[in-house]
């Protein structure tokens, strides 16, 4: 029955797409890779939701939740903070200047170089991280909570490698023959799937340690459990209350306000009113996710106890403990409508960046519309059999890979982020500034965490072991204090990166003044309810750091 339900959802959610998409022009470059420009509030806020919510988020943050408890919740709430200064500040200058790449500001602003070198940088981060870690990460969740190795009388590695290729090739599918639109609608139905099935899991999960009551588990929780719902973090933890006024702005700002996997939905739009509708919507539901991706993380640590060997099971363990087999086929069905929507996503932006910033400008100069497009998706095959072969070579490493990859993410994003508000805010400073400030950013940060950092912690623990400690844990976490949390790392190079840009432009300024022109490609008149719903917004995080503090 629970097959039967997993295939009768998601063949729902293919049809539904396929007849929603079909009228698109999709041998235009606007067609294919924005959608024609015609996605509405609600097509964007299920779209960006989706993406957004992968496997490694949904299992890594309530792996975290399992061990420190909501203060990883700082990903989801600072979140709609960034999707409001996006929608009041970032968006209208995007479709003022009717840009379909993030990249195609920076040429603009920037030069050509600047322009390469991130698309670059977006196409490697989605290559080597996020795609193969989207599919590991899903595959591995799906194996797990769902017994796929057994089902099939294979080895867990060996079954790896189906579920990646079976993930893989459907999302392809979306991505590359469907285009932006058919990503989109598909996300938005599986979000609604997704946040239904999402909640089950909590729902159920309190009614388990409440003996049948969801307020009465509620009320366990917080009795046993009272340390959990602190949610400003120590400094020893992994997110430091003080980073949420340095790295963890970063990080949010950069994600849902200049990342192309992410704003591609809302450069979507078919007006200002409505991508502006779909931001503050999504960033309502995201002040709730918590409920999704923490809080079932709390329950299993109060369910088992505390007893898991691997923060990162308490999920799917939660999930095989308390889910009615009725739900399994339809929770089975979301979930690989979540791992979906971020790998066609991903996968969809990168056709973007390379059939617009690359093939075009470097391989074709007089490509037609039709030649850049099937350019864009022949790329993405390849870059899609590329990720497919290279994430089940991750198989061993799932415990640390959610939070390496977020340190391994700031090696972009610092720079990114800075160079576009600088672009939009200043004049004057130059291309030759934002080229020399994105090398210093990124070979800074990698230094300094993969060279720099282990051998300080390294001598702290040697020093730490002849004082006569012995102590694994005591150790780690002498390894740990020994230098700063990543996030504070990254707030340290966007200033350094904004002094770079200033300087330099003051030796080697533009020569003259950058003047930003309206396309008039869409209309950009503002959605009346945008400052109330954007206050509204911002007062609830407020409120809500207030009550947990």
Not at 432 to 447: C, D, E, P, S
């Amino acid at each position: 029955m629970g097959l039967i339900t997993f295939a009768a959802f998601t063949l729902l959610v293919a049809v539904i797409s396929y007849f929603a998409s079909r009228t698109t022009d999709e041998t235009t470059s606007d067609g294919y890779f924005l959608g024609g420009r015609s996605l509405t509030g609600p097509v964007i806020a299920g779209s960006l939701l989706l993406t957004n919510l992968s496997t490694e988020q949904i299992i890594g943050t309530n792996g975290v939740g399992f061990s420190e408890g909501i203060l990883i919740a700082a990903y989801e709430i600072i979140a709609a903070v960034a999707m409001v200064f996006t929608a009041f500040v970032l968006l209208p200058k995007y479709l003022k200047g009717g840009i379909s790449t993030i990249p195609q500001f920076l040429e603009k602003r920037y030069g050509k170089l600047t322009k390469t070198i991130v698309s670059i940088l977006f196409l490697m981060a989605y290559a080597i991280s996020m795609l193969p870690t989207v599919l590991y990460s899903g595959a591995l969740a799906i194996n797990t909570m769902f017994d796929i190795p057994e089902r099939m009388g294979m080895e867990p590695e060996s079954a790896l490698w189906v579920t990646v290729w079976g993930i893989g090739i459907i999302g392809s599918i979306y991505a590359i023959f469907g285009g932006l639109k058919a990503v989109a609608v598909s996300d938005s139905i599986n979000a609604v799937g997704l946040i239904i099935g999402g909640l089950l899991i909590p729902i159920f999960g309190l009614m388990a340690v409440g003996d049948g009551s969801v307020i009465e588990g509620m009320n366990v929780l917080t009795t046993n459990l009272p340390e959990k719902f602190e949610i400003l973090g120590g400094p020893d933890s992994s997110v430091p209350w003080t980073t949420l006024f340095t790295g963890m702005l970063i990080v949010n700002f950069y994600y849902w306000g200049t990342n192309q996997a992410i704003i591609q939905r809302a450069l979507g739009a078919k007006n200002l009113a409505e991508g502006q509708k779909g931001l503050c919507l999504a960033a309502v539901v995201k002040i709730l996710g918590p409920i999704i991706v923490v809080l079932p993380g709390i329950i299993a640590f109060q369910y088992f106890n505390g007893d898991l060997a691997n923060a990162d099971e308490a999920y799917p363990m939660l999930v095989k403990a308390v889910l009615p087999t009725a739900f399994v086929g339809f929770f089975a069905a979301v979930l690989f409508g979540a791992i979906l929507s971020s790998f066609n996503s991903a996968l969809n932006s990168s056709v973007t960046l390379f059939g617009l910033d690359l093939y075009k400008q470097y391989f074709n100069n007089d490509a037609s519309e039709k030649q850049v497009v099937r350019a864009g998706k022949t790329f993405g095959i390849f870059l899609a059999v590329f990720s497919m072969a290279i994430a089940p070579l991750l198989y061993g490493v799932e415990g640390g890979i959610f939070n390496y990859l977020q340190e391994l993410n700031g090696s972009f994003s610092v720079p990114i982020l800075a160079i576009i508000l600088v672009g939009y805010f200043s004049k004057r400073v130059s291309g030759k500034a934002a080229n020399i400030a994105i090398v210093f950013a990124v070979v800074t940060y990698l230094v300094t965490l993969y060279i720099i950092k282990p051998i300080i912690a390294g001598n702290a623990v040697a020093a730490a072991e002849l004082g006569g400690i012995t102590d694994a844990s005591e150790l780690a976490q002498i390894a740990k204090e020994a230098f700063p949390s990543f996030l504070h790392i990254m707030g340290i190079i966007f200033g350094l990166v904004l002094i770079i840009l200033f300087s330099v432009s003051k030796f080697f300024p533009r020569e003259t003044d950058y003047m930003e022109e309206y396309t008039r490609q869409v209309d950009i008149t503002p959605w009346k309810y945008l400052k109330p719903a954007g206050v509204f917004i911002c007062i609830a995080v407020i409120a809500i750091y207030t009550f947990f503090s």
